[in-house]
């Protein structure tokens, strides 16, 4: 007899005793009251119906008189009740009886034997079901109320995955990492004749939708041994303990099915770093959560032929003990796409995506650095639907590059626009293009638009750059900002003062700025000085800030140099397009006119002119 098996015949026995005395304790102190107080009458009535001649027949109780009684209705009819009383010490109540002619006994009548038999059914029905509830979930999977602590890992095979290696692209670095992984449990000897021991963990990560817990999907479908698969918020609950519980549960399932893989998906939150005891936001629950999975992942216990896969898009938070070697050896990391990854990942979303002759991937590739394997997974699925939507039998470039634009910008809104504000969004997002096409390092213009999105803008100027950039110098830098400015540049150089549509653009280039001063040191009154806090591979982190040690006096030349840099990018922005004005008032026509021109166009004003 199992363990589970004993459980269960040991609730049944200890609830069958407690339904028993609960249904007792109902027809004694709920049921059989009940019926009492429905037909009791006075003592006095009865023998006024005794007198009337209307009783039928009696019962005679050593507490209670039960009685029947035969009385008229208006339909000529006779209809019988029964009553009851409270007996009383009346020495002429037999002569009475004798008298009236009536029946009676001192047994209980055989029609008590319903109430009986209802006041032990009606109790008994909620407990069976009850019973019947608890006991079918404690037999699925030990995952009913007496089993709170046991693991909600979920046992995967590859067929239940449908994902290999095949299926994932952009990642052939970590793929060859987890294979490795794969062989060294499919075949030990291969590598312990060497001396080489079995890592016990991997630690995959990367931003999100870089596909981490898509590479664990495909370690499941190659590996050809049991892989639990849980969630780490799966196993802190309300009660306390559950979560450590829960811990030792996965590790036993995992050890007696050794070797096997078990991935934790989003492991912070239950990895985060300890805090001081009585320290503020601490708890205890999830730190014994995860003090129990330190000790099953390297304690005195030996945990053989148990990998622990994780997955986590925040490193920075989690606990130093649990990222040192002998717990998770491997930290791979899950980095955005390369071109030809980006590549790879497109071939493989539109494997089932019927394609126009116009669509070239490679194009696609080329012009969406930094977009993650989710980005591209969205922008062919919305490629997809605007085929579907304007009926055509294939999905087009065009298809692929409003998707894109859809991914970046947002949605288009058809909102209409006063003449005075189309004209000065016009000259806005002509400043950027033309900013951008007359500076030698920045990246071409593919398009320009003055039709506002579901993100707030009024229009936008999209850049698509020839190839990945891995560092960048500080002439790039500058030229960047200056074409962030460039829209500002254009409403001072026409209008004659700036407008809030210039918010956002402010906002990066004075981060830019300030990323210039702080972390690259590009400017000599700082010299060659890092000012920013470090930032290690915090993936989720929009913003560095500055390190604690900084003085006031070095803190004020920092906002100096970051005002300095953005009023040159400004600055060199507003010559540019001063001396090419005629450009300029020509692609703000253009956009007024057609609200959307491409960047071919925007070259072609350009040279028109002679800008240089």
Known sequence: MDE???????????????????????????????LIRQTEVPYSQFLDQLEAGEVETVT????RIIYTTRQDTEGGGQQRRIYNVVAVEDPDLIKRLLDAGVTFEAQAPNSDLLTTVLGWIIPLLPFALIWYYVYRQMGQAGRGIMAIGKSKAREITGEMTGVKFDDVGGADEVEVELKEIIEFLKDPQRFTRLGAKLPKGVLLVGPPGTGKTLLAKAT??????????????????MFVGVGAARVRDLFEQAKSKAPCIVFIDEIDAIGRARTTVGAVGANDEREQTLNQLLTEMDGFEPNQGVIIMAATNRPEILDKALLRPGRFDRQIQVGLPTEEGRRQILKIHTRNVKLGPDVDLDRLAQITPGFSGADLANVVNEAALLAVRRNSDSVSMADFDLAIERVVAGLQRKMPLKDEVKRRVAYHEGGH???????????PVHKVSIIPTAKGALGYTMQMPEEDQY?????????????????????????GEPSTGAANDLERATELARRMVTEFGMTKALGPVRYAASAGMEYLQTQIGLRQEISPETAAIIDQETRRLVEEAQKRATDLLRENEAALHQVAQALQEREVIGGDEIARIAAAHGAQ
């Open 4 to 34: 589970r098996t004993r459980k269960q015949i040991q609730f049944s026995v200890v609830y069958l005793i407690v339904a028993m005395l609960g249904m007792w304790l109902f027809q004694e102190l709920i049921f059989r009251p009940l």
């Open 60 to 63: 005679l109780g050593g507490e």
């Open 220 to 237: 499941a479908g190659e590996a050809g041994v049991p892989f639990f698969s849980i969630s780490g918020s799966d196993f802190v609950e």
């Open 433 to 443: 293009a033309l900013v951008a096409q007359l500076l030698p390092h920045t990246d």
């Open 471 to 495: 560092l960048l110098s500080k002439e790039e830098l500058e030229e960047r900002m200056a074409v962030m400015l460039g829209g500002r540049a254009a409403e001072l150089l026409i209008f």
